[in-house]
């Protein structure tokens, strides 16, 4: 915990002191020494000592000499004075210039030495607690000012302007003397495979990192001010505050350098009035979506007023009635083949028709294909929050895909699951709940070494997470967390009976970032640890 250096010229003395005391039961974990005060200087410069016992009449420098030249640099270290009676009242006038905790007096007495050293290790306990609580109280401080900053945009999103002028009034208190602007983007990740997650905080700091970069690129003079950013799942919204002195504006040569190919951004069009910046923040997430026609691309702009679609060729994208018909009569026939393929075709409708529509109306085409599937199901008894994410009951699936015909093969799969449910008959005797968790069961060893969440489950197999988690307790008389308990230590127990992999390996190969954690739970299933389960077969 601490660390304690020694400067004496007197070997006998410097080997003495570090034997007198039981240092390790004081904290000490370890000793230092310096024969001269120059070297102490040097040695506590490197080593960074939280304690120094220091002689004062030492030849190169003195004892009082080191003193000045450390504390400077280690102000939080901690000096007491090893001296004689001769030198005492030079000792007293030391500790009171100040630098100086307190002195031992030579020869050594143990109770009274030893009390001083105990002064001295609450002082040192004392100062790194109160460092500790300044530091968290820093960050936590930081932390604030952070999900102020984010909130701002989501008072924007929210359509609450007061909320949000005041709040950056007093972010940019700073700056009230400046004549600014406006810059709305919108930052997504979509992940190719579909168990892939990626932290929050570092969303933020990648997407943060991404605009920032972009803004260079665009114009030398563009540093912001301020960059105001807010993480909803897979989107970034951010808005970047700029100073006046634009020079350049240049976004033909604007691109997302060493970015994964499922990383896309929209750049919104810049103002000066902060009031129209709820509306512009909606047109550049929109124009997110232009992904879905424009192929290989991964910066969008939002299309200008003049070059919006006619309401005329809007209307021209609907889903026909002979489409709902096969939608409903490949559902019947429960043949998946039907299904992606019918699906491939209206995908390419809908790609065909983008370009030259507003996306509110593919928004709707795709809609209408979901009403028709869930209006099946509803006819046939199927509970729909059987066969229905919130993702499709709130449209928001159209967030998760880089490219339309990822979305519609994904809306494939879950037509497929509603035609599975038909075709066995769906009723509280048949078995159809409980073959789902096979499905689960083989989706999770395939991601075993993955945090996979009830919700990430129910996502990929169309379920609400709501009643997914009531089946479980219903069918298998246990929870989601103890049936993937279950899978993990049973495939550790498999890797353990092989002698290439260590215990830590298995711990990272079945999920758990905490060694400790996997012990338990381990013995928690099997009522034994790793080691000794691997004992049983003569490892």
């Not at 976004?251 to 994964?260: E, G, K, M, N």
Request: one cysteine or more.
């Amino acid at each position: 915990m601490y660390k304690l250096l020694i400067v004496e010229d007197e070997p006998l003395i410097r080997a003495g002191l570090q034997h007198y005391f039981d240092w390790t039961a004081l904290g000490v974990t370890m000793i230092v020494e310096a024969e001269n005060g120059k070297e102490g200087w040097l040695t506590a410069i490197h080593e960074q000592p939280d304690l120094i016992i220091t002689d004062i009449r030492m030849p190169e420098m003195d004892g009082l000499q080191m003193i000045e030249h450390i504390r400077a640099t280690l102000p939080d270290t901690l000096f007491i004075i090893l001296t004689g009676f001769n030198d005492f009242e030079y000792a007293q006038k030391a500790i009171r210039l100040g630098g100086v905790h307190a002195f031992l007096l030579k020869p050594l007495e143990y109770e009274e030495s030893f009390a001083t050293i105990l002064s001295c290790m609450a002082t040192l306990k004392q100062r790194r607690n109160e460092r500790t609580q300044r530091i968290d109280l820093e960050q936590q401080a930081n932390e604030n000012k952070s999900y102020k900053s984010n909130q701002l945009v989501k008072f924007l999103l929210e359509d609450e302007h007061a909320a949000w002028e005041e709040g950056v009034r007093q972010q940019l208190n700073d700056f009230d003397h400046l004549s600014i602007w406006y810059q709305p983007f919108v930052v997504t990740w979509l992940p190719s495979n579909p168990s892939q997650t990626i932290e929050r905080k570092e969303f933020q700091q990648h997407a943060e990192r991404i605009i920032r970069t972009t803004l260079d690129t665009m114009s030398s003079s563009s540093i912001p001010i301020q960059l105001f950013l807010y993480i909803d799942k897979t989107k970034c919204h951010a808005v970047a505050v700029l100073d006046d002195q634009l020079s350049s504006y240049d976004t033909d040569h604007v691109s997302l350098r060493a970015c994964d190919s499922n990383v896309f951004m929209a750049i919104g069009k810049r103002t000066t009035d902060s009031s129209q910046l709820t509306q512009l923040l909606r047109l550049t997430d929109q124009a997110l979506y232009q992904r879905y026609y424009q192929d290989k691309r991964q910066i969008f702009f939002p299309i200008a007023a003049n070059e919006s679609p006619t309401r005329a060729k809007d209307s021209r994208l609907l889903l026909e009635e002979a489409d709902k018909n096969r939608i409903i009569a490949s559902l019947e026939s429960a043949n998946p083949t039907d299904i992606e393929q019918l699906m491939q075709r209206l995908a390419h409708d809908l790609r065909i028709h983008l370009p030259h529509t507003s996306m509110d109306r593919g928004f709707a085409f795709i809609q209408e294909i979901i009403s028709t599937t869930v209006r099946f199901a509803h006819r046939n008894g199927i509970p729909v929050e059987g066969v229905y994410s919130e993702k499709l009951l709130k449209l928001t699936c159209v967030d998760d895909f880089p490219t339309i015909d990822a979305l519609f093969n994904w809306l494939a799969a879950w037509m497929v699951q509603v035609s599975a449910v038909y075709r066995d008959e769906f009723s509280s005797t048949n078995h159809q709940d409980v073959l789902i968790f096979e499905h689960i069961e083989a989706y999770i060893k395939e991601h075993i070494d993955q945090d996979i969440t009830l919700q990430m489950v129910a996502d990929r197999f169309f379920y609400n997470p709501s009643y997914l988690s009531r089946i479980f307790k219903r069918k298998l008389d246990k929870n989601y967390m103890r049936f993937v308990t279950e899978i993990r230590i049973h495939y550790a127990q498999e890797c353990l009976k092989k002698p290439e992999y260590l215990v830590t390996d298995v711990c990272t190969m079945c999920g758990y970032k905490s060694y400790k954690h996997f012990v338990k739970t381990f013995r928690s299933i099997t009522n034994m640890t790793p080691s000794d389960y691997r004992k049983k077969w003569g490892w």
